[in-house]
């Protein structure tokens, strides 16, 4: 098997059909390419499982018997698996028929990439996804993104190398290139990095994991790449409700949307916990946490959630 396409469904019917299209032509333009297609659902309420089981896609569906969270539920994906690759895709992501062939091929001549995104358009603005073009979130790269240090530096490049490390402002995004971190939503991992990585962390429930999991690469000595010329299309926020544009199609409750918006700021505790606790001093602790909070807060002032 070539690739084995993970996806976690919870809810969001009407995104996930589109996106279990999408794949379905594009594997269908593709007959050389030896795909499976995994679906993991997480409890969902509108019908998204009985939709997959009816899809001509032929997924193989996992309903889980609660909301086990995007780690714990990619995991029991991958569980299942048997690709030299993999993909792990949000239920709201779209491609055409030359996004896998190309990662593929990519991959091919760069055989120390463990991990790869494409150029991910977000679906209704026109503007990358950046959460798939990411530098670590150091404290600095964090306060400089979050302050507006990053906005106003970013046109020169030998700024942006040191105000814009969050989402590495001084990459040329039409030309490959190496990154820090990728997004979950689109996760094309080459499977012995991925198992040697140590999968998902399952501590935590939503968002985080796709830095945790990056960092564990690249302390693997593994690299991460960004290929611009494989693109893919994501519904930012389809899975969550918590962007606006997005919100109208997600079919996601307020608790559940209340639920995603914690879950963002717990992550980031977690990761600093995790990751960066031992690099930094106490002080260093109590500003981070503090502005992790501040943020939170803010949001909620704004009616985010």
Known sequence: ?????????????????????????????APGLRCEVIVVDNHSQDG??????????????????????FSRA??????????????????DIEIDEQTLPRLLDRLALEPDVAACTPRLWVIGKPEIDWGSHRGFPTPWAAFTHFSGLARLTRRSSRLARVFGR?????????????VDAIEGGFFFV??????????????????GEDLDLCYRLKRNGARIAYFPQAQA????????GLKRH?????????ADRRRAYDSFFDAMHLFYEKNYRDCYSAPVHGLVSLGIETRRLLGRARRRV
């Open 48 to 69: 998204v499982a009985e939709t997959v089981a009816s899809h001509p896609i032929g997924a193989c569906l996992i309903r889980n018997e609660a909301n086990l969270g």
């Open 74 to 91: 990619n995991n029991r994906g991958f569980a299942a698996s048997s690709g030299r690759f993999l993909l792990f895709a949000n239920p």
């Open 1 to 29: 098997m070539d690739i084995s396409i993970i996806i976690v469904t919870y809810n969001g019917r009407e995104l996930a059909l589109a996106t279990l299209d999408s794949f379905w032509r594009a594997l269908d333009a």
């Open 246 to 254: 997005s919100r109208q199609r997600a079919n996601i409750s307020e």
């Open 190 to 207: 080459r499977r012995e990095a991925f198992v040697a990585a140590g999968l998902w962390d399952e501590d935590y429930f939503l968002f």
């Open 233 to 240: 299309w994501h519904h930012l926020g389809g899975t969550t």
């Open 166 to 178: 969050y989402r590495l402002l001084d990459r040329d995004l039409d030309l490959p290139h190496d």
